[in-house]
């Protein structure tokens, strides 16, 4: 059974802080990554992917993969108001095919 | 930029009913999915088409559900006898052809059992 854990929050940010989430997977076979933000009853949305260990920075958002720790993570730089919501960290084996499977997610909360 | 459609936004439907839920992925794309997330709970893969076919499916999909693509832009989800537990935000994604490809996910339907 392929899991992805996250601390599900709430995680209170002031604004401007860094945000830090966190994001372990199970199946070690996993070769893409991805974090996805969900404001409430909305769809997931794409925010970063990730393929290779190390980080990848884009704009305010890096992603950190270390594959020998099975853990992936996500940092928020300025944190905006506009930022609060659920993120969600995705992974799959990296074939076209295959399913993604999702953490719980983490409630983020950008205090202004 | 292109974007995944779903319709309709909200379906409410009599347990024991038949439902299409509809999508129009991405017009490039060549990979389907259908995922669901009841209330309060994680998303969750049901099922991935590729080439006119089922490629991958969980568990959760079972005899009650089937995909099809009945022209060159629609890709459909069915749900036979429904059941109050298939209440749930269903959201279609598509991706495109290469490795380490993201999924777009549309809008979703929120479908209602009662």
């Known amino acids: 059974q392929k899991e992805v854990e996250q601390n599900s929050g709430p995680l209170s940010v002031p604004e401007g802080a860094i945000a830090s989430l966190n994001c372990t997977y199970s199946?070690?076979?996993?070769?893409?990554f991805f974090w996805y933000r969900q404001y409430s009853g909305k769809s997931p949305e794409l925010i970063m992917s990730?393929?290779?260990?190390g980080d990848k920075e884009d704009g305010r958002f890096t992603a950190q993969l270390n594959k020998a720790s099975q853990y992936v993570s996500l940092l928020i730089r300025d944190s905006q108001p506009s930022d609060s919501a659920t993120y969600l960290c995705?992974?799959?084996?990296?074939?076209?095919?295959?399913?993604?499977?999702f953490g719980k997610g983490t409630h983020l909360i950008i205090q202004p | 930029e292109p974007e995944v459609t779903q319709t309709p936004s909200h379906q409410v439907t009599q347990m024991g009913q038949e439902v299409i839920l509809r999508c129009v992925p991405i017009s490039n794309h060549l990979y389907f999915y259908w995922y669901r997330q009841i209330l309060g709970q994680k998303v969750e893969f049901l099922v991935s088409f590729y080439n006119n076919e089922i490629s991958e499916k969980s568990e959760i999909f079972d005899d009650q559900f089937s995909v099809e693509r009945p022209d060159g832009s629609n890709f459909t989800l069915k749900i036979r006898s429904t059941k109050l537990e298939d209440s749930a935000m269903y959201f279609c994604?598509?991706?495109?052809?290469?490795?380490?490809?993201?999924?777009?996910f549309g809008d979703g339907t929120r479908l209602s059992i009662l």
């Open positions: 199946d070690r076979g996993s070769q893409s």
């Open positions: 990730i393929y290779s260990n």
């Open positions: 995705a992974v799959t084996s990296g074939g076209g095919a295959d399913g993604l499977t």
């Open positions: 994604a598509s991706s495109g052809t290469g490795e380490h490809q993201p999924q777009h």
